[in-house]
């Protein structure tokens, strides 16, 4: 099997780009939700209570997602400082550029990455569609 190429400078910088501007938009989405809990603590109704508790708990579930991708975010950040990033974690090959590009905090290579998706557990599969919107529409 023919080996990928590494990422060049270029490819890197771009990459880079991507997961910084991905971060930003978390944190500032961050700043967001904050100020709309505040409102709503304020003119909560005790009939209300239920109905929020299930948007606080959504919610809560959002941010989690959102500190989970940040998390993994900076860890691609500092991967791209010391190297070793864009290298399947299970088979060691380049992950290559285009599959970066449309998700840099890949860990693994395509092949890889279906293989491990089908031993994946379905509530990871269910709980999966909040995390699109995040990690995989950009
Ligand atoms: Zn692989």
Redesign the pocket.
Same mark, same amino acid.
């Given at each position: 099997m023919a080996k990928r190429k590494p990422l060049n400078k270029k490819e890197l910088k771009e990459i880079r780009t991507i997961l910084l501007k991905a971060k930003e938009e978390i944190l500032n989405n961050a700043k967001g939700q904050e100020s709309f809990c505040l409102d709503k603590d304020e003119l909560m109704d005790p009939l209300d209570e239920a109905s929020a508790n299930i948007e606080a708990q959504r919610e809560l579930r959002m941010r989690n997602r959102e500190v989970f991708y940040l998390k993994k975010i900076n860890k691609t950040l500092e991967r791209i400082d010391h190297e070793g990033y864009g290298e #399947? &974690? &299970? #088979?060691? =090959?380049h992950?290559g550029f285009v599959r970066l590009k449309a998700r840099p905090t890949a860990e =693994? $290579?395509i092949? $890889?990455?279906e293989e491990n998706e089908m031993v994946e557990n379905s509530s990871w599969k269910r709980s999966k569609s909040l995390g699109v919107a995040l990690n995989e529409v950009r």
């Open positions: #399947c &974690e &299970e #088979c060691g =090959l992950i =693994l $290579c092949a $890889c990455k």
